[in-house]
């Protein structure tokens, strides 16, 4: 049996990567379905909680291990978590990429053609701000992007 082989080379011809939007990398995952189930699977997976909260739309909890952040949403079909469980299951609803700059990255998608789908927000915390928007993804995942300014003393809005 032959053995697979693995390139990380560029191929010849090809173009250099572009990056209208300002990504500086992949901010966190949020994924949908039973708290306690999602919650369980990622704590034998290394995960902690670090904070949670609970609304009228639902329950969130954030989980970390080293520099990786997962949001768990276990919400009600009007929010858009609960929508995307009601339509396909447990699973990621929404990818979160940090940004330089909010508006320029909208800007930048917007012209190429992404659908808004969450119009920018401002929270301020001690310490620092977030702002987020989200665009359409592939299929109904949306895309969030995040504008990190100082240290925001929560990783999200109204967690704690």
Not at 62 to 70: E, I, P
Not at 71 to 92: K, R, S, T
Not at 122 to 144: F, K, M, P
């Amino acid at each position: 049996m032959a053995t697979p082989t693995f390139s990380l080379s560029t191929p010849t011809g090809a173009q250099a990567s572009r990056d209208p939007l300002g990504l500086s990398h992949l901010d966190h995952l949020q994924l949908t379905g039973s708290l306690e189930r999602l919650e369980t699977l990622y704590r034998r997976l290394g995960f902690a909680r670090i904070s949670s909260g609970t609304w009228a739309w639902g329950r969130m909890a954030h989980l970390r291990q080293q520099r990786m952040d997962v949001l768990l949403f276990e919400a009600d079909p009007e929010h858009p978590a609960g929508h995307y469980f009601e339509q396909h299951g447990e699973g990621v609803c929404a990818l979160a990429f940090t940004v330089a700059d909010l508006d320029h990255a909208l800007t930048q998608a917007q012209a190429a053609g992404a659908v808004l789908r969450l119009e920018p927000q401002t929270h301020g915390t001690e310490g620092g701000s977030l702002r987020l928007a989200a665009i359409q993804g592939v299929g109904d995942v949306w895309n969030y992007l995040v504008e990190r300014r100082g240290s925001p003393a929560s990783f999200w809005p109204g967690l704690t």
